[in-house]
């Protein structure tokens, strides 16, 4: 007996329909993943052209070429540099406001709190070292968009430390007149600890950020508890 097409098409469907939907389903997944894997590339290659060339000195073209992609290729993903660099900014530092406010309601005392966040900022900073040596510089060729989105996270950290830095001052720990300018002092040496940090072979890690936080605090006027160097 000969079936019609018509025919055909009916028996055949449900099998069809539930394997073209698994089908349809794993090619999308297939394709979330390439483009995240693309962009999270360009993002990357972007990241070590503009720590080592500046935001200025690398263009989309330069992205474009270390890739091996097409200038409009990068386009696709995005919109323009600036786009590109404030996708870095997320990538890396936006999440630390929220480690160091974990840090800095950690039980313990005042100046154990205050030596967690120390300890924490340095080491997350160190897992983006690259990304920290582009957001303090080349910021006046960035759009006014750019340039809050910048310095909205920056006040953010600067804002926690200065609130950490009163609690201190407030419970006596601490004597200032300026907290402002004591706070710019420690994110000044935690910056310049992720330039020279790789240099230090003769220490590990968490002996250079033990380091670097007992410098701090003794520079606040305060010695580094037993209980804050064990964070």
Request: net charge positive.
């Amino acid at each position: 007996m000969l079936l019609s097409n018509a025919t055909m098409a009916v028996l055949v469907m449900p099998c069809n329909r539930a394997f073209l939907l698994k089908s349809v389903k794993h090619t999308n997944e297939v394709v979330v993943a390439k483009a995240y894997s693309r962009r999270d590339e360009l993002i990357q290659v972007a990241i070590d052209l503009f720590a080592a060339h500046g935001y200025a000195g690398t263009s989309i073209r330069d992205i474009a070429n270390v890739t091996g992609h097409s200038v409009s290729n990068v386009y696709h993903y995005f919109e323009n540099k600036e786009a590109l660099w404030l996708a870095i900014l997320e990538h890396s530092a936006s999440g630390i406001p929220e480690l160091l406010k974990s840090a800095a309601q950690a039980p313990g005392e005042p100046v154990e709190r205050f030596a967690k966040m120390l300890h924490a900022h340095l080491k997350e900073s160190m897992k983006h070292r690259r990304e920290a040596k582009i957001f303090f510089i080349d910021e006046e060729r960035l759009s006014r968009r750019g340039k809050k989105i910048n310095q909205r996270v920056q006040k953010e950290i600067f804002s926690l430390y200065t609130e950490q830095l009163l609690i201190l001052q407030d419970e006596g720990v601490i004597e200032s007149s300026n907290l402002s300018v004591l706070a710019f002092n420690i994110l000044g040496n935690i910056n310049w600890h992720l330039r020279w940090q790789d240099k230090i072979r003769s220490m590990s890690k968490q002996s250079v950020r033990n380091e670097v936080v007992n410098y701090i605090l003794r520079g606040m006027g305060i010695g580094l508890t037993d209980q804050a160097r064990k964070s």
